[in-house]
């Protein structure tokens, strides 16, 4: 079945540094992926929608400068944290739709400790 | 305001017992909702969907209801093994939200020996 993969899967990092999160689609090309976190015992809470070749669109409150999207092909997109601060620390999710909402794949998540 | 919520955080059911795990949703413009089962450190995982032209549908010992008059949602797990021990959560989608699936608040189901 259709995979998305998440990298790394773990990540530990010192306050003011930048981390990347990668989220592949292995199997199927993704014209929309999107970002979600999930703090413990919480729900997921979607961050953004970011589109193949085009800017992301961002939810409510979720800071665009804070969180950058790149999603460059049609099987990769990327967040990263800017300037981590301990609050940002939390588990970080990202699906991909392959062809309408019955088929978003969803990442493994990434964990992203800053200390 | 919008939202998808749960009626109960954790529900305890004993192994070979059914479970049933609630659901209700305030916004009558949803039109698709699914349930997810997430594990321990692992994102989520499509369990079953229905679209709000059903109230019913059957899959591999899970049944998804629908009741649109009281907008909820449930999810029936028959037989429950050990297995099924993980977090659950419903989730809505609107045809308008550009596909974007917005999840509840989750169900942890504990299975007892």
């Known amino acids: 079945g259709a995979v998305v993969s998440q990298h790394p899967s773990w990540v530990i990092c010192k306050s003011g540094t930048s981390v990347k999160i990668e989220c592949r689609s292995l199997?199927?090309?993704?014209?929309?992926m999107f970002w979600y976190r999930q703090f413990p015992k919480q729900s997921l809470m979607l961050m953004a929608t970011?589109?193949?070749?085009?800017?992301?669109?961002?939810e409510q409150g979720v800071e665009k400068d804070k969180f950058l999207i790149n999603h460059a092909s049609l099987t990769l997109s990327t967040l990263t944290v800017t300037s981590a601060h301990p609050e940002d620390s939390s588990f970080y999710i990202c699906?991909?739709?392959?062809?309408?909402?019955?088929?978003?794949?969803f990442g493994d998540g990434t964990r992203l400790s800053i200390l | 305001g919008e939202s998808v919520g749960l009626h109960l955080p954790t529900l305890s059911v004993q192994e070979g017992d059914n479970s049933i795990i609630n659901c209700a949703y305030s916004?009558?413009?949803?039109?698709?909702f699914i349930w997810y089962k997430q594990e321990s450190g692992k994102g989520p995982q499509f369990i079953i969907d229905?679209?709000?032209?059903?109230d019913k549908r059957q899959g591999q010992r899970v049944t998804v209801l629908l009741n649109k008059t009281v907008k909820h949602l449930s999810l029936q797990i028959a037989a429950t093994q050990p297995g099924d021990s993980a977090v659950y959560f419903c989730?809505?989608?609107?045809?308008?939200?550009?596909?974007?699936?917005?999840f509840g608040k989750g169900t942890r189901l504990h299975i007892l020996p």
């Open positions: 699906s991909a739709r392959d062809s309408g909402p019955a088929t978003q794949h």
């Open positions: 199997d199927f090309q993704a014209t929309t």
């Open positions: 970011s589109n193949e070749g085009s800017k992301a669109t961002y």
């Open positions: 916004n009558s413009a949803s039109d698709y």
């Open positions: 229905i679209r709000s032209n059903m």
């Open positions: 989730a809505e989608n609107k045809a308008n939200r550009d596909d974007k699936i917005i």
